[in-house]
Structure formats: C-alpha cells, structure tokens
C-alpha cells in the first residue's frame, strides 16, 4: 500500500519540483531569454517587424505584470520611418486564467517615452492596416481576436503623430501625460495634457468602447480641448468609426485669431478679431463639412454652410456660402493683407509715403482653391460701405471676383477682376463701373464738414503687377473716368483737390456761396501708373474750367493745368490759367499771372472731352427720364463750340495754340 502512495507522491512532486527549478531559473537568468520568440510571435500574427532590445521581465501571479523596455513594432513598408510604435518603457498587467481559453484581458497599461506614427499613404491605405505572415499567427483570418482595450492606460512623455501624404497634412501631438479609465465593454474617459505646435494642449473627453470599433458599429465621441488660446468642443459619432468616416457632430469653436487654424489645421484663414462658431460638422470621404453654422467675428455675425475637399496630390478646395446680416469691416481687413486694427491712438509718421510699400503675402492664397459666395446685407465699422455680394473663384493662387459688388453712399461699386498670384510678382486685371453716388451722403458717411451735393459716376478699365500697394501703382495702366452733375461745391470740398483751390475758384466768384456745378468730368489715360488727363470739365451757370496735365503715382506727385472760361464773355477772353502742383500728399493751387490760353487750343481741349465723357453719362442718368442732364447739355455744348472753333486759325496762332496745349 505505501508503495502506490509514494509513487504517487512522487509524481505529483515531479511539476512542483519543475516549477521549482523553473523559477529558481528565472529569478538567476531573468526572462530576456523570452524576447525573440515573443517578438516572432507578435511578428506572425501582425506581419510586422517587432524587436524588444531591452530587458524584459514578469512578476507572476493570476495578474501577471510584464515590463519590456526599448521595444520597436515596424511601420508599413511604403512608410519612411522604420517604425509605426516606439516605447523606451512598456509596462502591462492581465488576467491570468481569461488567456488560458484564449482571450485577452489587460487590466492596465502604461507607456513611456513612446512614440506612435499613424499614416496614411497616397493611395489612401493606412499603416494599421495589418497583413499577417501565417494564418496560424493568432487572428490572420477568420474571426478577430477577442480583445478589449484595458481598464486603465496612462501614456507619459510621448509623441503622437498622425501624417496623411495624400493630401500632405502633418498632425505631430506630445503628450506630457495621457490617462484614460473605463469598464471592460463601456465608455472610456480620456485625458490629456501636452503640446501641438509648441502650443499648450489640454484634452478631457469620453470615447465609445472598442468593441463598437472593432465591429465599424457607430462610435461615440465627446470630445472638448484646448490647444493655446482656441478651444473646441464635439459631440457626435462616428458611424464607420475604422475608417474614421461618416462623423457626424456637433461643433462649437472659439478662438482669438482666425489665423490660429492656419498654425492648428493648415487652414489659410487670415488675421482677425476673436471669433466663435458653432454648426454640424461631417466626414465623407475626403469632405469635412461644417452646416448650418452661426457665429460671431468681432462685432460681425456670419452663418451659412461650408465644406472643404482634402483632395489628394491637390491643394484643398473650400466650397462656401455664407451669409452676415451686420459686417463690420474693421474685422476683416486681414483678408486683404492689412493687420488688424488697433485702438491705439497712434499716427504714421509725417514723411510716410501715401501709398504702402510693405509687401503682400500670397501664401495662403496659393495654399487652398476656393469657390466663395459671400453676401453681408450691412455694414459697420469705419467705412463708407452698405452692403456687399462677392462671388469668388480661387485656383492655383489665381482668385477671380465675378462680381464683386459694394454698395454705398446710395449708389454702386460693381468690379470684375483677377488677381493672379500663381508667379513670383502677383498681376491685376479686371474693370469698375461706379454709379449713382449721392456726394452729399459720402461727405457725410466720411464724417467730413464740407459742403458738397450732386451724382457721381465712374468707369475704369485698369491692369497692373507688382508685390506692394506701391508697386502695383507704379506699374498701373489702363483708363479712368469719373463724372459728376446736378450739384453744387462750397470751397472747402475744393481744398482737398488742392490748398487754395477753393479760394481761386469758389470764393472768387460766388464768396461765401456754394458753387453749384451742373457738370464736373476727369478721364484719364493711365501708364506706368502716370494719369495723363485726357478730360477735366467743371461746368457752372457762370464759369467753364478745363484742363490738362498729369498725375504720378509712383513718384506721388501731379502738375495739373486749370484754364478758366468765364461765361459772360466771349470764348477768346479768359482769365489766368490755375496750377496745381506738388507732391500728393502737400499739392498747392496757384494763380498764373501771364500765359492765356488761345482760343486755338480751347477748342482742341474742348473737343477732346466729347468722346470720353459720352460713356459716362448713363452712370448718372438712372431714374431721370427722357429729360437731359446737365453733363449731356454741357457735352451738346461743347459740340457746338467745338464745331464753332473748327475754322482754320492763322499759323501763328495755332503754333501758340499747341504750345499752350
């Protein structure tokens, strides 16, 4: 009887003993004799390179611990970097008897200084898609293996990347710390702390469970974060959560610069006031839409519908159209190159050039396409502005206005136009029709004390190129006309054309009265930003003024001629020309005391008004009926005169005459 007993207790002594000598191995050796059939283990099922180069160790128990330093799991082949994951430290803890029928069960897991590169190639296929070696690597085929995220995971000075070549956009995240807790099959709470961009990051949300992801079942997110001073919030889901497609959440933003999302999210949004918006924000596909958005920028309100296009290989394309019931322009002059404006008080310098020479920047226009339809039904602000429509075509760096449409002073800017900026040195072209301005309105919306009534209209067909305000003047050409009729100007209004202007013409002849003006025209020739006046008429009940000369912009100077026909005399006896020269910005009138212009020449620049100031008419003309203007009664009478003064003149007179001219 003792013999079966002691056999049988040596048999059972047999595993103990094994188990013993086990151990005693392990607590002498270490577990680093582990490492490579771990890693080719992991290898097989995943199809990737694993290494473990550093030691490796296992505290047992029915929750067994397992720490693996210097541990490298290998990226996609088409991938640059060598590896997908990187940790100097890993450390985690799982349930002993789950793995005994074949499931996985981690309790907890910790990283550091780990480093996890998500990419997307350009043939959209992402690097976490897996191709195991065998099918017998744990989960190649058939059903994938029962596996939860762990209860608790914390994350510490580690890097989080995710790059798309598709459409070359670059998200690099360190994380100071990530801690995320949830029930096994339940919810988890995320938190993080860390940088984006050298920006302090801050993150707390709640995400679905994995097995919702694993099954691509529809994925909660509730997100909310804060990266420097913009702070973002979402709510939603993800309906094809593997694929990262079908978002659909809500939206609310908040920043203190729009041009914040161009350092964030590679938008080419320009410099602005602070800003919120909130809207449906979706994914299909390569398509982020934001819908049905309300929100402020500055004192401006905006709503509409947008959506921008990650196309690959391309530059993306933004699709919007939004609508602003109160815009106040002071919030968006960073769209057009100026810097956000400052209550400071303070004044440019006193010799500071009129037109800027800082340079434009055509960075962001070159970075997105764009088709914009814009419409702001009031505006606010320092600006002569009522309402605004612009529909706008963006491709390449070449943004073309078709149109662009500024109402204000009661009447009409109405532009077609293309900026082209494809090249080093950016190219304008495009034209402007000017109609119906009431001047009374305009010297009041400027908020200026000067007396002034009547109905201003304008063409110009112009072309330019150049990186600055100052260069593209410098190199303007083309043609400019502007007419004015039915009103009336007091001296001071004159002042601005020049210092003592309004005292030649205005106080001279009518005193302290207002002039009235039944036809005021310029038409110039433009070249090389120089304005050689091809038309200047100031028609009054008592005095004909015309002119020649030139204005510069590119040396910001101008020399004008003002000849002066009074009207109780005969044509041939005129008073003193008027000079207006200097620089733009310090211009002076002044009285010639010799030199009439012939009667020869009078009728050469008297005829020369006919055909430009033709075309201006109609600008002024809306609404009056069939009963003529004072610019067409003034154009038959210049016809008349002109036809008048056709007869030859002697030769001396008409060599005078040219001079003169």
């Known amino acids: ?215 691509n079942e529809p994925y909660p997110v509730r997100v909310s974060a804060r990266v420097g001073p913009t702070r973002a919030r979402l709510h939603g889901e993800l309906r094809e959560p593997r694929a990262l497609q079908g978002l659909n959440a809500r939206l609310e933003l908040r920043g203190e610069d729009l041009h914040e999302l161009w350092t964030l999210l590679g938008l080419p949004l320009a410099h602005s006031p602070a800003y919120q918006v909130a809207g449906r924000l979706t994914r299909e596909g390569d398509v982020w839409g934001l819908h049905k958005f309300r929100g402020a920028l500055g004192k401006s309100d905006m709503r509409g519908d947008l959506a921008v296009e990650l196309r690959p290989q391309r530059r993306p394309l933004l699709r919007a159209a939004v609508r602003s019931r109160v815009l106040d322009l002071d919030d968006v002059e960073g769209f057009w190159g100026k810097e956000v404006r400052e209550e400071n008080g303070s004044k440019p310098a006193a010799k500071r050039p009129i037109l800027s020479d800082e340079p434009f920047s055509f960075a962001k226009l070159r970075a997105m396409d764009a088709d914009l339809d814009f419409r702001a039904q009031q505006i606010h602000g320092r600006s002569l502005l009522e309402n605004v429509v612009l529909d706008l075509d963006l491709e390449g760096g070449r943004a073309r206005l078709h149109p662009l449409q500024l109402g204000f002073a009661g009447g009409r800017l109405v532009s077609n136009a ?4 494809r090249r080093d040195t950016a190219a304008l072209d495009g034209d402007l029709v000017l109609s119906s301005i009431d001047l009374e309105r305009l010297l009041r919306d400027l908020e200026l004390q000067h007396k002034g009534k009547g109905t201003i209209g304008g063409r110009a067909d112009l072309r330019t190129h150049g990186n600055s305000l100052r260069q593209m ?78 204005i510069d912009l590119a040396r910001e100077e101008m020399d004008l001629r003002i000849h002066q026909h009074p009207k109780d005399f005969s044509i041939g006896t005129l008073r003193s020309p008027i000079d207006i020269q200097g620089s733009l910005a310090e211009r002076k009138a002044t009285v010639r005391k010799s030199g009439l212009f012939r009667r020869a020449g009078a009728a050469a620049a008297l005829g020369a008004l006919l055909h430009p100031v033709a075309a201006l008419i109609p600008l002024v003309e809306l609404g009056r009926g069939e009963k003529p203007g004072a610019c067409a009664a003034a154009i038959s009478d210049l016809e008349r005169i002109a036809r008048a003064d056709s007869t030859p003149a002697p030769p001396a007179r008409r060599a005078s005459g040219s001079k003169g001219k």
């Open 1 to 215: 009887m003792k013999r079966p007993l002691v056999v049988a207790g040596l048999l059972l002594a047999i595993p103990v003993v094994l188990l013993a000598l086990f151990l005693v191995a392990i607590e002498v050796f270490g577990w680093n004799w582990a490492r490579r059939p771990i890693a080719n283990r992991i290898s097989a099922a995943t199809g990737r390179e694993v290494q473990i180069a550093g030691d490796l160790d296992v505290d047992l128990g029915w929750r067994p611990r397992v720490t693996a330093e210097r541990v490298a799991f290998g990226n996609a082949d088409w991938s640059a970097a060598p590896n997908m994951f990187s940790a100097e430290r890993l450390a985690f803890r799982f349930r002993l008897l789950p793995l005994l029928i074949g499931r996985m069960r981690i309790d907890e897991l910790r990283l550091a200084g780990a480093d996890l590169r998500f990419e997307k190639s350009s043939q959209g296929i992402g690097n976490w898609e897996l191709e195991p070696r065998s099918a017998g690597g744990g989960g190649a085929s058939g059903e994938r293996s029962d596996f939860h995220l762990p209860s608790a995971i914390l994350v510490e000075s580690s890097g989080l990347h995710y790059i798309d070549h598709g459409t070359a956009r670059v998200f690099d995240f360190q994380l100071a710390r990530l801690a995320a807790e949830g029930a096994e099959a339940a919810v988890y709470t995320v938190e993080a702390d860390g940088t984006y961009r050298e920006l302090p990051l801050t993150a707390r949300g709640v995400l679905g469970a994995l097995e919702l992801w694993t099954r």
């Open 418 to 421: 293309t900026i082209d900026a």
């Open 473 to 550: 003047a410098a190199h303007l050409d083309g043609e400019l006309g502007a007419l004015m009729q039915d009103g009336e100007v007091g001296e001071t209004l004159l002042e601005l054309v020049a210092i003592d202007f309004g005292e030649a013409i205005v106080a001279h002849v009518y005193g302290n009265k207002p002039a009235p003006v039944e036809c005021a025209v310029g038409t110039f020739d433009i070249e090389d930003g120089r304005f050689e006046a091809r038309t200047l008429l100031f028609d009054s009940h008592d005095v004909r003024l015309t002119g020649e000369g030139w």
